[in-house]
């Protein structure tokens, strides 16, 4: 079975640039989460959704982050403008019940 | 609010040594309880689960970890380790099927030959 799939994989720009990041939940999973990971914080829960819905987006940034998640089986996280403290892994996951999340393999984000 | 402490950042042992990595958690509230193990380039996979029931959970590769609600802990344990088990290992809790997981800092497991 698939699993969550994050792309790109790896991603250099520059500050200033547009970032995109985006993930495919394992199928007939209803939650999805987004998380931020980096040696000086740790893993950081940015926002969640629940059917299709941002149910709390207290963990995200700045106004520069934005999520959305358009259909059961898509969502993106932009940040814009990219800033070099933007450098992280970025891990998105999803859930069936909202008990046990299952994690992608990431996207590390190199703002330069 | 809820935070998870991992007392060690580092855990180096010797192959067939058992081992111990602390997880103390702080919240007001029942919990969920997991342990999450992330190895290189990879995203985090789960190892074990508290939810209810007994408080001695078990992971397929030979991992325990024990509730105790006194002294709000969740310890993992292992009598002998493989090298295959060297990882960073993360603690985390949630409050019920919120979903919200608060993880700890993560203990690196080092095991050598």
């Known amino acids: 079975d698939a699993g969550v799939i994050q792309s790109p994989r790896h991603e250099v720009t520059e500050m200033g640039q547009e970032v995109t990041l985006r993930c495919k939940p394992i199928s007939g999973h209803n939650s999805l989460f987004w998380y931020r990971q980096t040696m000086m914080r740790g893993l950081e829960l940015l926002i969640y959704f629940n059917n299709n819905v941002p149910i709390d987006d207290s963990g995200m940034p700045e106004d520069r982050f934005s999520a959305k998640m358009p259909n059961a089986s898509f969502s993106t996280l932009k940040i814009q403008p990219s800033e070099p403290r933007d450098s992280a892994v970025y891990f998105c996951?999803?859930?069936?019940?909202?008990?046990?999340?299952?994690f992608g393999d990431g996207t590390r984000l190199s703002i330069l | 609010a809820q935070s998870v402490t991992q007392l060690d950042s580092q855990v180096p042992v010797f192959e067939e040594a058992p081992v111990e990595l602390r997880c103390n958690y702080s919240?007001?509230?029942?919990?969920?309880l997991f342990w999450y193990v992330q190895y290189p380039n990879q995203g985090l996979q789960l190892l074990l689960k508290?939810?209810?029931?007994?408080?001695l959970v078990e992971s397929i590769n030979g991992f325990e970890a024990e509730f105790n609600k006194s002294q709000t802990s969740f310890h993992l344990r292992k009598p002998s380790v493989h090298i295959s088990d060297t990882a960073e290992y993360f603690c985390a809790v949630s409050e019920g099927n919120t979903g919200k997981l608060i993880f700890g800092q993560g203990t690196t497991l080092q095991v050598k030959p």
């Open positions: 919240s007001s509230v029942s919990v969920y």
């Open positions: 508290y939810l209810s029931g007994s408080t």
């Open positions: 996951a999803s859930s069936f019940d909202r008990v046990v999340q299952h």
